[in-house]
């Protein structure tokens, strides 16, 4: 099993609407968790981290946390085109030194 | 501005050449990190430095070198053992895992061979 996967899309949905990307994870040790947006030939940026299980929002993002599930989500709401980007979900592994493992990302397309 | 400068955007290495890709920052930061991603894939670490002359391999590091002489630098070599190089370089630095340890990236190195 890799240690972070996500579908690899694409994910297409209208513009406004809620985007959901969803990611699993092996390492049940993790505790630290991210989500970073990467734009077509750009280098990823964060967007959101969580670290404590439930919900954390930030405007139009909500990442959600489930330890016991080892699943982690984002949802985007009322969602635009410049929303449009591929999604990467990181965890922080416990290990001698701060190794964060990327998952492959998934694609978002919002159409207008 | 704060931030992670890598140079040059794009290169392009010939056969049995060696290039260097650099990665300057000044965020302060101690950890710093050299990234590999191709496409449709996630990033794949190459090595990582937690502090000045002090460097680990990564999930990929053969075919690569690096050195860290100071706080701010972090060069990556990609030598030609290394026999597939085209792919995007990314490099990044953290802040202490008691601070989340949110990466942050330079713009990236677009490597292709000629």
Not at chain 1, 12 to 34: H, K, M, W
Not at chain 1, 49 to 68: H, P, V
Not at chain 2, 9 to 17: A, D, V
Request: glycine content about 8%; charged content about 20%.
């Amino acid at each position: 099993q890799k240690e972070v996967e996500q579908n690899s899309g694409p994910l297409s949905v209208p513009e406004g609407a809620i985007a959901s990307l969803n990611c699993t994870y092996s390492d049940r040790g993790s505790q630290s968790f991210f989500w970073y947006r990467q734009y077509s030939g750009k280098s990823p940026e964060l967007i959101m981290s969580i670290y404590s299980n439930g919900d954390k929002e930030d405007g139009r993002f909500t990442a959600q946390l489930n330890k016991a599930s080892q699943y982690v989500s984002l949802l985007i709401r009322d969602s635009q085109p410049s929303d449009s980007a591929t999604y990467l979900c990181a965890l922080l592994m416990k290990t001698s030194y701060d190794k964060v493992i990327f998952g492959p990302g998934t694609s978002l397309s919002v159409i207008p | 501005d704060g931030g992670i400068t890598q140079s040059p955007k794009y290169l392009f290495r010939k056969e049995g050449q060696n290039v260097t890709l650099s990665c300057e920052q000044n965020l302060n930061h101690d950890a710093m990190y050299w990234y590999r991603q191709d496409p449709g894939q996630g990033l794949r670490l190459i090595y990582y430095s937690q502090i000045v002359n002090d460097f680990q391999k990564g999930d990929i590091a053969e075919g690569y070198s690096v050195s860290r002489e100071k706080k701010e630098s972090f060069p990556l070599t990609v030598t030609s053992a290394q026999k597939n190089p085209t792919a995007f370089y990314l490099c990044a630095s953290s802040v202490p895992r008691g601070f989340g340890n949110i990466q942050y990236f330079g713009a990236g190195t677009r490597l292709s061979v000629l």
